[in-house]
């Protein structure tokens, strides 16, 4: 079992950056990844970015040059997200996989402004 707790989303217009930070506890050294997720009104939830164990990362196609995941050594993955659009805005999850199981954060809310 893991408990995923988010932190960091708010307001922000449309050209500013947020960093979002997801603190792990319960079961973290059976981890095998870590990452986010986004779902928007109307819209199916989206992997953002994620990376491995090993320090792989993959990311959708739309953040690629604009967001950086990373994850401490501990328990904590980060998102920073660099010149956010109006279509970033959504409710972002943590997730984290163990095998073969997703564990999923409660979300924050991103809002960027035009």
């Known amino acids: ?21 997801c603190a792990a506890s319960g079961s973290i050294f059976s981890i095998s990844a870590m990452g986010w997720y986004r779902q928007a009104p109307g819209k199916q939830r989206e992997l953002v970015a994620a990376i491995s164990n090993g320090g792989s990362t993959n990311y959708t196609a ?10 401490d050594n501990k328990n ?3 998102l920073q997200m660099n010149s ?4 970033d805005t959504a409710v972002y999850y943590c997730h984290a996989f163990i095998w073969p199981v997703n564990y999923w954060g ?3 809310q991103v809002t960027v402004s035009s």
Do not use: N
């Open 62 to 71: 739309s953040v690629k040059g604009r967001f950086l995941v990373s994850r």
């Open 84 to 87: 956010l659009k109006p279509e």
């Open 1 to 21: 079992q893991v408990q995923l707790v988010e932190s960091g989303g708010g307001l922000v217009q449309a050209g500013g950056s947020l960093r979002l930070s």
């Open 106 to 108: 409660q979300g924050t």
């Open 76 to 78: 904590m993955v980060y």
